[in-house]
Nanobody, 120 residues
Framework: QVQLVESGGGLVQTEGSLRLSCAASRNIFSINVMGWYRQAPEKQRELVATITSGGRTNYADSVKGRFTISSDNAKNTVYLQMNSLKPEDTAVYYC??????????????WGQGTQVTVSS
């Protein structure tokens, strides 16, 4: 089991920056993959960025060069630094923790979400 608590969302103008934080209830080094997803109104939830326990990162094409995912194992926290924000980045952002168990079974845990609104 993993509890995730996001923070850092808010209202920002176009080209502004925000940093989201996701605090986990357990050592994130023991979590195979942590990531950020987002869901805009009337759209499906989509992947934004992920980071593995080994530090490998992956980004959606739409955020490459603007967003950076990082982790602090000492604080059990994952961050999403968002720069050059655009109105289309407006969404609820969710933190995800994926644990790969025995026989490759995947267990997903989600935070409650934090709203990011980018005004034009």
């Amino acid at each position: 089991q993993v509890q995730l608590v996001e923070s850092g969302g808010g209202l920002v103008q176009t080209e502004g920056s925000l940093r989201l934080s996701c605090a986990a209830s357990r050592n994130i080094f023991s979590i195979n993959v942590m990531g950020w997803y987002r869901q805009a109104p009337e759209k499906q939830r989509e992947l934004v960025a992920t980071i593995t326990s080994g530090g490998r990162t992956n980004y959606a094409d739409s955020v490459k060069g603007r967003f950076t995912i990082s982790s602090d194992n000492a604080k059990n926290t994952v961050y999403l630094q968002m720069n050059s924000l655009k109105p289309e980045d407006t969404a609820v952002y969710y933190c995800n923790a994926r644990i790969i168990g025995v026989y490759g079974r995947e267990y997903d845990y989600w935070g409650q979400g934090t709203q990011v609104t980018v005004s034009s």
